[in-house]
Structures are given as structure tokens and as C-alpha cells.
């Protein structure tokens, strides 16, 4: 009887350690297989974007309407930037993104977006992106490589986290020298002033980064300045993707 028992457990304790193995083993699969899909989205994603030019990202929230003033702000700074040459991308959804794309078509600039896959209210692509200039992508690292590789400079308008996210991995990218330097703006002081305040103090202060960092990015409300400050860069700079 006792041993019946025992036999009993070494087959239950061997059934669970084969279900772990057969769990272990599919979820490997999955991710093998999941290399192959991020693979089809660089493809894609390279094959559209290497065909495009002067191209400045502009990011910010996606929940900000058309009579809001940032909204008006970005359509006045991608128009600009289309009057210096350049060509504006997107995230391709609502709010900033919309207004940015809207400001560029108008100015009959390249309005291109980088739409990803959510399951919320900014999911669909807004109407100003130019047909055969918009992708959608499942992964939002595979559409932040797009985002650095292919532009130009960075316009950050006011914005939440996927906003700061940008904005600090640009940052971030040029202060360990992984990408060239480009022009990175801020556009809208009253919004950014106190993390920039932060910034010059406590982060300064606390040695946490270096004073020549601050030099990685501008703070402005000036659409003209703003393109101005990303054409005069590239007076001196060979305009080339980032890496």
C-alpha cells in the first residue's frame, strides 16, 4: 500500500515536471516564431522609410482636439518645416500627430506616419498622412527604430509618457554617442518648464548628468525658429540617417 502511494506521487511529480517541459519547449516555438514577425516588420518598415526624405519626426499627445493651442501649434511648426525643405513624420494617430501631418499636407509637404496596433481610441490612423506613406506596426520598439533612424531632428510637443519616452531616448541615444547628434526641440516652454527646470537643477546639481548635456536640446515656442534651428544644423551637418 505504501508503495503504491509512492508510486502514486513519482507519477504525479512526473506528470507536472513534463507539463513544465512541454510549456518550457511551446513557449520557446512561440518565440522563435516571434523573431520571424519582428524581422517582417523591419522589412517592411525599412523598405517604406529608406524611400522617404528630409524627414523630422514630431511627437505629442494624441488627446489634444483641434481647437487646442498646441494643436494649432504643431500644424504652424510642420508647415514651417516644409517651408525649409523638410518633411514631417508621425505616429500617424490623433491630436499632435493629426495636426502635424494636417500642417504638412497643407504646406504640400511628405506627410508620413508610423502607426501602431492599440486597442484604444488612438489605434486608427488619422486622414492627413499621403497614401502609400503609412505603416503600422504591432511593436512599438520596431516603430521607435523608424522614428530615430529615418528623421532628421525631433519636434517634442507637449505631450504624456510615450511623449517623454521619445524625448529621452533621443537624448539618451546622443549623449552615449549610439546615434549622431541631431536637433532635438522642445516646443512649448510653459508646458516643458518644470522637467527642464528639473533637469538644470536637481539632475545637474546631483551630478546625474553633465552641463555639456544640456546642450542636446532646445526649448522654444517658435514654429520659424524651431524649422530655422533644424536647417542651420544641417548647414553644417551631412543630413544621413542616424545609424
Known sequence: ???????????????????????????AQDDVWRIFR??????????????Q?????????????????YYQLAVQVAQELVKH?????????????????KGAQEQKGDSVGVAIELLATEESANKYIDRGRLITFRHFFVRKVMFVKYAH???????????????????TLVQTKKTKKFPIILMGSEYWKGLVDWIKTTVLQEKMISPDDLD???????????????????????????F
Do not use: C
Not at 53 to 66: D, E
Not at 165 to 170: G, K, R, T, V, Y
Not at 217 to 242: C, G, Q, R, S, W
Open 1 to 27: 500500500m505504501e508503495n503504491t502511494m509512492m508510486n502514486q506521487e513519482s507519477r504525479s511529480e512526473y506528470d507536472v515536471r513534463q507539463d513544465l517541459l512541454l510549456r518550457g519547449l511551446l513557449a
Open 85 to 101: 525643405g523638410f518633411n514631417v513624420l508621425t505616429g500617424g494617430g490623433p491630436g499632435i500627430m493629426e495636426a502635424a501631418n
Open 216 to 242: 542636446m536640446f532646445y526649448v522654444t515656442d517658435d514654429p520659424v525658429e524651431a524649422a530655422t534651428l533644424i536647417e542651420n544644423f544641417y548647414k553644417k551637418h551631412v543630413m544621413i540617417t542616424n
Open 38 to 51: 519582428v524581422m517582417s516588420e523591419f522589412i517592411e518598415g525599412f523598405t517604406l522609410m529608406a524611400k
Open 153 to 171: 531632428g525631433f519636434i517634442v510637443m507637449p505631450g504624456g509618457f510615450g511623449t517623454f519616452d521619445e524625448f529621452f531616448e533621443a537624448i
Open 53 to 69: 526624405k528630409n524627414l523630422v519626426s514630431i511627437f505629442g499627445s494624441a488627446r489634444l482636439k483641434p481647437d487646442s493651442r
